[in-house]
C-alpha cells in the first residue's frame, strides 16, 4: 500500500464525493440520495469556501476517503465551530486510521485560523464504531440531543 495522502477536495473529485454521500446515506439510513442533486449540492460547497470544504484521502491517486467541514457561530464564544460532515472511507480501507489522518488535517486547518473555536459532529446512535473512532481522537459526546424539521 502507498503513502495516504490528504488534501482539500477541488472540482475533479466532485463525482467521487457524490458517489462517497450516495454510499455513505444507504449504509447509515437506508436512504437513496437524488443523483442530481447530490451533484449540484457537492459542486456549490467545492466551489464556495464561504460554505465549507471537504478533505479528500487519496492513494495513488485514488480518493479513498473524505470528510466534509462546515462552519456555525458560536455567540457565547465569539468564535466558529468546524462541524464535520459526510465522513466516509471506502471498504477496503476502513480501520487503517484514515479517518484519524483526515481529522488531523482538519484540526491543523483550524489551528491556521484566528476563530475556530471547537468541532462538532452528529453520529448515528447505533454506529457504535465509528462513535469509539471519535472518542480515540479526544472527542466526547455532549449533553445536547440533535432535532429536525
Request: hydrophobic share 40%.
Amino acid at each position: 500500500m502507498g503513502k495516504i495522502k490528504i488534501r482539500v477536495a477541488n472540482n475533479s473529485d466532485v463525482s467521487s464525493l457524490v458517489k462517497f454521500n450516495q454510499l455513505m446515506a444507504w449504509e447509515t439510513e437506508q436512504k437513496k440520495l437524488d443523483q442530481a442533486i447530490l451533484f449540484k449540492g457537492v459542486s456549490a460547497l467545492v466551489a464556495d469556501d464561504n460554505k465549507g470544504f471537504y478533505l479528500v484521502a487519496e492513494q495513488n491517486d485514488e480518493v479513498v476517503g473524505s470528510l466534509m467541514v462546515t462552519t456555525e457561530w458560536s455567540d457565547w464564544r465569539n468564535g466558529v465551530f468546524w462541524w464535520v460532515q459526510s465522513v466516509y472511507i471506502t471498504v477496503d480501507f476502513r480501520r487503517q486510521g484514515i479517518y484519524a489522518q483526515l481529522y488531523a488535517q482538519v484540526k491543523a486547518l483550524a489551528e491556521q485560523q484566528q476563530n475556530v473555536c471547537g468541532f462538532r459532529l452528529y453520529v448515528e446512535k447505533e454506529n457504535i464504531i465509528a462513535q469509539k473512532t471519535y472518542e480515540s481522537l479526544g472527542m466526547q459526546p455532549t449533553h445536547y440531543l440533535m432535532y429536525e424539521e
